[in-house]
């Protein structure tokens, strides 16, 4: 009787051969996509230079940035010049969750109109920030914010 079955070493060598071409041709096939000109950042010749960006106009001021200025406005008009003498006077708005510390406060009578000007903190949920303003008394015995900007 003649064994015509091939052994398991020769079957066990031809598959495994085949499996490793197949890891290397799928290997070449997925990285040729990246030689077809995926990375093609030394040429400049597909940059599209007609997009070009701009300005974001300013948007109106929310309800809680008004909402901060009128408490910061209270804060400074009501304040006891004399008594805080250069001492930090904090402010705190619970509409809002903002608060911060006015650190300056300097009177003035500006042809005979009694004005404030201030710079604080402001804490809020977008960050901390200094402000600096400016309030003065009008008709009635009423303040008026005339200024209210981002320092810096």
């Known amino acids: 009787m003649e064994v015509i079955a091939k052994s398991h070493r020769h079957t ?8 490793t071409l197949l890891v290397i041709a799928t290997a070449m096939l997925s990285l040729s996509g990246c030689m077809t000109g995926g990375f093609d950042f030394l040429s400049e010749s597909k940059v ?6 701009g300005t974001v106009p300013q948007a109106a001021p929310s309800t809680d940035t008004l909402s901060d200025e ?3 406005r209270n804060a400074v008009t009501s304040a006891d010049i004399g008594k805080i003498a250069g001492q930090p006077l904090p402010w705190a708005n619970s509409s ?3 608060a911060g ?3 300056t406060i ?10 404030r000007q201030f710079r604080t903190t402001r804490h809020s949920y977008a960050g901390i920030a200094k402000f600096y303003g400016k309030t003065c008394l009008v008709g009635g015995g ?3 914010l005339l200024s209210f900007q981002p320092e810096g």
Do not use: F, P, Y
């Open 12 to 19: 066990k060598a031809l598959s495994h051969r085949c499996g």
């Open 70 to 72: 009128m408490t910061v």
């Open 106 to 115: 300097v009177e003035n009578n500006d042809a005979g109109q009694v004005c």
């Open 96 to 98: 809002t969750g903002s």
């Open 142 to 144: 009423n303040w008026q």
């Open 48 to 53: 599209d230079r007609s997009v070009a960006t």
């Open 101 to 103: 510390v006015i650190d």
